[in-house]
């Protein structure tokens, strides 16, 4: 009888220690929660800090800086003279009384530079708006710059891209499949998966330059150790399918040898191009082997791509 007495005693004595255990969980339980929310309050209130300070000091630099805004930008082709009309738009801070401003133009390859003043261009306001001719074929450096009897500064305007224009129309990547070697480690054949791709979203500018542009002709170049070792016309071999979307929104049907692939106009197109290379030459598989995609337009004018993943 004492012992189940005990027995009970000692059952009440672990129930009402669990209860106060169970309490004091849920009450750290509830502390860490809060903890938790605090540090969570806190972590936003330093982002609102942050962000704050960011802006603050973007706004000093730019009321402390020479220039507030800056702008250089390709906005029109003249078909008589291969030139681009950028438009230049530079917003000041302050100029110096005696200070004269000049856009100074150097090509990034070559010797080519010019310097042309702007001072009297210049707004009561301090906004330069001046317009300027470049030629096509090249890249170049533009730059705002300001000298007076005190101090001589400048500003970068970034860059005009008028070489490569080809690459913002449309791009080329090549993959290769099923590399063949024989016995004597030389090169048999390769796969090739090619995809001529349009650009979906064209500047304007490079809209109007290409507006009456198409490819007519695509044909591959292999080279080996830097030497042409052979050509192929994908549109004429009958080794090679050709498939896609041309730019009027129809298949392309690789029996027709018709592209109607304009590089100028909206939307998606692509090309796709598929089949096996046979090697008519003996090429060694650790000798270095190139592989080109040339695009040649209805102008005449051919477009170079090289596929880096072919060997890979």
């Known amino acids: 009888m004492k012992i189940n007495k005990l027995l009970i005693a000692m059952i009440i004595l672990l129930v009402a220690t669990n209860f106060v255990t169970i309490s004091k969980l849920q009450t750290l339980e509830n502390s860490v929660s809060n903890l938790n929310n605090s540090i969570f309050r806190l972590d936003r209130e330093l982002d609102n800090i942050n962000g704050n300070v960011s802006r603050t000091l973007n706004e000093f630099t730019a009321e402390h800086t020479w220039t507030r805004k800056t702008r250089a930008q390709a906005v029109g082709y003249n078909k008589e003279e291969m030139t681009a009309g950028v438009d230049i738009e530079v917003t000041f801070n302050e100029l110096q009384n005696d200070e004269n401003i000049y856009i100074f133009v150097q090509a990034i390859e070559g010797d080519f530079q010019d310097q042309i003043e702007v001072t009297k261009t210049i707004s009561k306001n301090l906004i330069l708006n001046y317009y300027l001719d470049l030629p096509i074929g090249r890249d170049y450096k533009l730059s705002v710059v300001g000298e007076s009897t005190e101090l001589k500064r400048s500003e970068s305007l970034g860059d005009v891209r008028l070489s490569r224009m080809m690459d913002d129309v449309v791009y080329v990547e090549g993959f290769g499949w099923e590399v063949k070697v024989d016995e004597s480690n030389k090169l048999e054949s390769v796969g090739m998966d090619i995809t001529i791709h349009s650009v979906f979203e064209k500047d304007p500018f490079i809209s109007e330059y290409f507006r009456n542009k198409e490819i007519v002709n695509i044909r591959g170049e292999i080279y080996a150790n830097d030497v042409l070792l052979d050509t192929i016309e994908f549109l004429e071999d009958e080794n090679w399918g050709i498939s896609g979307l041309d730019s009027l929104g129809n298949l392309i049907e690789e029996e027709s040898g018709v592209l109607a692939f304009k590089l100028g106009s909206a939307g998606d197109h692509f090309i796709d191009i598929h089949g096996k290379y046979v090697f008519k030459k ?23 791509y090289q596929l880096y993943h072919i060997f890979e």
């Open 282 to 304: 003996s090429i060694v598989e650790t000798q270095k082997v190139d592989v080109y995609v040339i695009l040649t337009d209805n102008q005449g004018e051919e477009h170079g």
